[in-house]
T-cell receptor, first 115, second 115 residues
Framework: DQQVKQNSPSLSVQEGRISILNCDYTNSMFDYFLWYKKYPAEGPTFLISISSIKDKNEDGRFTVFLNKSAKHLSLHIVPSQPGDSAVYFCAASGGSGGSNYKLTFGKGTLLTVNP | DTGVSQDPRHKITKRGQNVTFRCDPISEHNRLYWYRQTLGQGPEFLTYFQNEAQLEKSRLLSDRFSAERPKGSFSTLEIQRTEQGDSAMYLC?????????????FGPGTRLTVL
């Protein structure tokens, strides 16, 4: 069963506009959420995170929103730039015992920012 | 401050051969993780070390896989009697902290192709 879901395989936006990437999760034990960006042939690069005690975290052009009741989080990128074009992964951790530490990832969303 | 490094970046082997990958975490990071990523999927957790102790192993890690982290520094992941299904990107990550919410930083990965 997929505990972290990114239902949009791809998203295309114009440079300067807002990009909104969505993520849903099913495991109510998750309490820490992260977004990673990945270019081809490279490892994931950490972007931003949020703990379950918050509903918003902002870092420059990146903002993550968490709606615990809906088990939904989103990443907003404003303004979008062509260099943001990459695959974005949503990840979550939490639970009992050792499961606290491992990350569970979604399948990713390919963002394309057009000049 | 150097990031997580992995060696080799690419490995092509024939079915039935043994392969070993190395990961050097960020200095002072006490936690080290191995993940595997196949095409169209997000990274999947394989195993986790806190210092030199291997604390959790995924059911994905069959008996042919073994990981070590001697002295709590670098780690190796060995796959014995490789199969074509082992072809994937093997990612290493490290994190610092004693709390539950510590950000994992990934290396560039080792791309394994089993012919």
């Amino acid at each position: 069963d997929q505990q972290v879901k990114q239902n949009s395989p791809s998203l295309s936006v114009q440079e300067g506009r807002i990009s909104i990437l969505n993520c849903d999760y099913t495991n109510s034990m998750f309490d820490y959420f992260l977004w990673y960006k990945k270019y081809p042939a490279e490892g994931p690069t950490f972007l931003i995170s949020i703990s379950s005690i918050k509903d918003k975290n902002e870092d420059g052009r990146f903002t993550v929103f968490l709606n615990k009741s809906a088990k939904h989080l989103s990443l907003h990128i404003v303004p979008s730039q062509p260099g943001d074009s990459a695959v974005y992964f949503c990840a979550a951790s939490g639970g009992s015992g050792g499961s606290n530490y491992k990350l569970t990832f979604g399948k990713g969303t390919l963002l394309t920012v057009n000049p | 401050d150097t990031g997580v490094s992995q060696d080799p970046r690419h490995k092509i082997t024939k079915r039935g051969q043994n392969v070993t990958f190395r990961c050097d975490p960020i200095s002072e990071h006490n936690r080290l993780y191995w993940y595997r990523q196949t095409l169209g999927q997000g990274p999947e957790f394989l195993t986790y070390f806190q210092n030199e102790a291997q604390l959790e192993k995924s059911r994905l890690l069959s008996d042919r896989f073994s990981a070590e982290r001697p002295k709590g520094s670098f780690s190796t992941l060995e796959i014995q009697r490789t199969e074509q299904g082992d072809s994937a990107m093997y990612l290493c990550a490290s994190s610092l902290g004693t709390g539950l919410m510590s950000t994992q930083y990934f290396g560039p990965g080792t791309r394994l192709t089993v012919l």
